[in-house]
């Protein structure tokens, strides 16, 4: 097994933008002699000053000695030139993610630096094996992709490229586990694993919102107080910048030859076009400009509980839904569930989505008055609930069923009657993306939850979720996205069939 890099080792950066100057914080941190290029005069001296600043901050917070804050601001150094990079054992690029210019700044170090010196390139969306095309020792090349901000975000995938010797992946994994990140190997495809198997987090939102399914609003607070994500999809995108969110899937959808399943929205595009790129410019999803009010996600209001209602089954949505009634003080009957509902409130018979169309769903089991729930990280902890009702549900059985939610203690937002609703159909295509990247070698299902989870902190990886979820009701939710869409994008990874017909899960 490959040792990680001596704290004796020189790094070099080059690069010394935002991405840059955190890689060189983690790698003085860690011990070693450090030196910055860029070709921006004063820029590597700029960023040194800032490093050092956050040093001071974090002897500030008493997060670091003061003796290790000076040692490690001590170990940093601004290069001049290209040669002041000779006796680095590890260069770091974090450049402009152009090919040309990778592969041009690494066939020039090539003649500088020893022949036991690594190559790290920090490209989020470059192939690697294009970059190490231009080498004449293409085997010492590898990815070494931190996220933003590198000094707070734990992980770092570890990406080898078609002529990468095993070994190099190795000592960089060694070497970024050794600095205190979590890291995964990757192979050199399209995305690698953070930025492909995130496709479908926005796409999923994307598509919904183009069906007229809610607001942004609305869909961002169901995937956050619903899902558990952390943000939803808008204010992420929002956040990200379109320009950036839009060119990245824009590049994973030609890379994979424009693979249905990664298509770009016309939305997004529309917000690119008018330069309304999220919060940098003032608008995006949202408006931020001075003044602008950020509006509320709608919420049903209150109902009145049912005089008759019974909660079904033993399922754990059932068991949630008893026990947030117990709690609330709320007497309720059982009843046994021969078709998968969870309770019944009124006239309305509610479901939790398989992926139907809550009016397909009612035209064939005959039951009129569908209601159907959204998937939950936690039913026993979630604050709000996503649902919607079939076309033929009454309006009285469909209050009836957002009351009997409502005394379940949850805020109700009502969508419109899109299939799969938003956070089942989300995780599911989540998981599907995570299970096509482990079977075609790409990365290990450990790897792929680990890069989901500490990449942009998914509550959990995605495969580790569709286990707990059931591999047999994410199949059947893509099999019934599929039918009601007629869709390549909704295909179901062979690794998640095969699961299903040997009844085991992902992680054994």
Request: proline letters at 3%.
């Amino acid at each position: 097994m490959s040792q990680a890099l001596s704290s004796q080792a020189v790094v070099a950066v080059v690069g010394t933008g935002a991405m840059g100057a955190g890689i060189a914080q983690v790698a003085a941190a860690a011990g070693h002699t450090v030196r910055l290029l860029d070709n921006r005069p004063g820029a590597a001296q700029a960023a040194i000053d800032g490093i050092r600043a956050q040093f001071d901050k974090m002897v500030a917070k008493g997060k670091m000695s003061t003796e290790a804050s000076a040692a490690a601001a001590a170990r940093l150094h601004a290069a001049a030139q290209l040669g002041d990079l000779a006796d680095a054992a590890l260069v770091v690029e974090a450049i402009v993610e152009s090919l040309a210019a990778k592969q041009k700044l690494y066939s020039e170090l090539e003649a500088i630096v020893s022949g036991a010196c690594i190559f790290g390139t920090n490209t989020s969306s470059i192939s690697v094996t294009a970059i190490g095309a231009a080498l004449k020792h293409p085997e010492r090349l590898a990815g070494l992709h931190f996220f933003n901000p590198a000094p707070l975000m734990a992980l770092v995938e570890v990406v080898s490229g078609l002529a990468t010797e095993r070994s190099v992946a190795d000592t960089l994994f060694a070497t970024a586990t050794a600095w205190g990140k979590t890291a995964v190997h990757a192979k050199s495809t399209p995305g690698f694993i953070v930025n492909r198997v995130a496709r479908p987090y926005y796409a999923e939102g994307l598509r919904v919102l183009t069906e007229g399914g809610a607001d942004c609003a609305t869909l961002d607070a169901v995937m956050r107080e619903t899902g558990g994500f952390r943000m939803g999809p808008f204010e992420l995108m929002d956040m990200i910048g379109h320009d950036v969110n839009f060119a990245v899937t824009r590049s994973v959808w030609n890379a994979f030859f424009n693979d249905p399943r990664f298509l770009p929205s016309l939305v997004q595009q529309d917000l690119v076009d008018a330069g309304f790129l999220g919060r940098k410019t003032g608008r995006g999803y949202f408006d931020y400009r001075a003044g602008a009010v950020k509006p509320d996600p709608a919420t049903e209001a209150a109902q009145t509980l049912p005089h008759a209602f019974f909660i079904c089954g033993m399922s754990a949505v059932a068991q949630a839904l008893a026990a947030r009634l117990k709690a609330a003080g709320v007497a309720f009957a059982l009843t046994d569930s021969a078709d998968g509902r969870i309770a019944q409130a009124g006239e309305a018979v509610l479901y939790v989505t398989d992926g139907r169309s809550a009016t397909h769903r009612a035209a064939k089991s005959g039951v009129a008055n569908t209601v159907l729930i959204d998937l939950a990280l936690d039913y026993s902890q979630t604050t709000r609930m996503a649902m919607t009702s079939a076309l033929q549900c009454s309006a009285p059985a469909t209050q009836a069923a957002v009351g009997l939610l409502q005394a379940c203690g949850l805020k109700v937002s009502r969508l419109a009657d899109i299939p799969g609703l938003l956070v089942m159909r989300t995780v599911a295509m989540l998981a599907n993306e995570a299970a096509d990247a482990v079977n075609q070698g790409v990365c290990s299902a450990a790897a792929a939850d680990a890069a989901m989870r500490l990449g942009v902190n998914y509550p959990k990886g995605p495969l580790a979720w569709a286990d707990e979820i059931g591999i047999k009701t994410i199949r059947d939710v893509l099999v019934n996205l599929g039918l009601s869409y007629g869709e390549d994008r909704y295909r179901i990874s062979p690794l998640i069939q095969r699961h299903v017909f040997a009844k085991r899960n992902i992680h054994v």
